[in-house]
């Protein structure tokens, strides 16, 4: 079982304790939202960023608040507090709640709120040596079938693509859109970084990453950025590829299909903006400990 505390509908549990209902339509039809969000020298990063982008997924699919958003926000701080941890993985999700065995929304009637406070490392030490990748044989699902910002409790798409990659003894998949154009990763936006000028995917067909729009302000005073659609090819004549998520941070590609990514090391751009990144993570943030005279920022 993982470190930590679990706060569900008010209460506070130890990870094993904590429970939510068979009945949940977030268990029984992925009906729910989440959002994943780290600490770091006990302050939340993008907190304000996370809540807004949570609210809106919930708006999309018709999932009302089980509470206003601040009140949210605070059960997240006091979350994050409670766990004694400095460094760490926020996972809040809210679900539809109980309902019966039919999938109509309408018949829960309470959503739940249900915050998740551990630690999380995704690559490790690949963070500095980089990351293998396969191209996904599975799509990812196009926006009219479902808009990309509902970070929704129904990740088998992703989660098809990361098997591809397991199977294949990769770190990471990168999916395709229904056009063929190069999307995002299982849990990640992705950059291409070509001739100096750094490249991401537009977010019409991905999750409008939290990271992604970091890097993309970090960027902008160093490096020409272009937000713009590309193909497999493109990906693989690159000089740098990295990927980004509030879980994975910033990672390089080094490999895709078996094919190395220019020399097969991490670039400088790449290293050079994991190191603003990391500054900024550092340095910026919601304090977990309110009271105690430091400020939010
Ligand atoms: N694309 C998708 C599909 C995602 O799920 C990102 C991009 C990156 O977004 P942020 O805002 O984190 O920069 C995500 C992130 C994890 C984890 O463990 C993250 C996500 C989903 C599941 C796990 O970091 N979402």
Same mark, same amino acid.
Not at 146 to 154: D, F, M, T
């Given at each position: 079982m993982p470190e930590g505390i679990v706060y569900v509908d008010g209460a506070y549990f130890p990870p094993a304790e904590a429970k939510i209902s068979v009945f949940d339509h977030g268990l029984l039809y992925g009906d729910g939202v989440f959002e994943g969000i780290r600490f770091y020298n006990s302050r939340i990063f993008k907190l304000d960023e996370h809540m807004a982008r949570m609210a809106h997924s919930a708006e999309l699919i018709g999932l009302p608040l089980p509470m206003p958003i601040e009140k949210i926000k605070a059960a997240i701080v006091e979350t994050a507090s409670r766990s004694k941890l400095t460094d760490g993985y926020i996972r809040p999700l809210i679900t539809r709640g109980p309902g019966d =065995?039919? =999938?109509? +929304?309408? %018949? /829960?009637k309470a959503s739940s709120l249900v915050v998740i406070c551990s630690t999380i490392s995704l690559y490790g030490s690949k963070h500095m040596t980089g990351l293998s990748a396969i191209i996904a044989k599975v799509r990812r699902v196009p926006p009219s079938a =479902? @808009? +990309? @910002?509902? %970070? /929704? =409790?129904?990740y088998l798409n992703n989660i098809l693509a990361k098997s591809e990659a397991n199977a294949k003894g990769a770190d990471e998949a990168i999916l395709l859109d229904i056009d063929a154009y190069v999307a995002e990763a299982s849990a990640d936006n992705i950059f291409v970084v070509k001739g100096g000028t750094i490249y991401s995917p537009p977010t019409s067909t991905n999750l409008v990453g939290i990271t992604r729009q970091t890097i993309l302000d970090l960027a902008k005073d160093h490096y020409p950025t272009k937000v713009e659609r590309f193909k497999t090819d493109f990906l693989l004549t690159a000089d740098e590829i990295f990927i980004t998520g509030t879980g994975g941070e910033v990672a390089p590609i080094v490999d895709i299909d078996g094919q190395k990514i220019a020399d097969g090391k991490p670039g400088p751009v790449t290293q050079d903006l994991q190191k603003r990144y990391f500054e900024l993570v550092r340095s910026t943030g919601t304090s977990i400990h309110p009271n105690n005279g430091h400020g939010s920022h």
């Open positions: =065995l039919g =999938l109509d +929304p309408r %018949k /829960s =479902l @808009n +990309p @910002n509902v %970070k /929704s =409790l129904n």
